[in-house]
């Protein structure tokens, strides 16, 4: 009967052992990631103006002509004093 008592307790042991590496495990790579992923949102935080701003340059070709080049240039302004 010890003998079956005796084995009962050792696995008991081994699985509290597994449990509380598991666990243990589990704090340190949540803590981690709480951590490195505030780091990373800082570090990436961006006005939406600069986005919007990289985009459009990413994605639209210069204007190679002077003439309409100014006159883009003058309806920038206008519409910025619009909104003035």
Not at 3 to 12: E, F, G, K, R
Not at 29 to 50: G, N, Q, T
């Amino acid at each position: 009967m010890f003998n079956i008592l005796a084995a009962l307790d050792q696995s008991v042991i081994i699985l509290l052992i597994i449990l509380g590496v598991s666990a243990v495990i589990a704090i340190v790579s949540y803590i981690l990631y709480r951590v490195l992923h505030l780091k990373i949102k800082d570090s990436e935080i961006k006005d939406e103006k600069d986005i919007a701003k990289e985009e459009l340059d990413r994605i639209l070709e210069p204007i190679e002509d002077e003439e309409l080049s100014k006159k883009v240039a003058e309806y920038d302004d206008e519409e910025e004093n619009k909104e003035k």
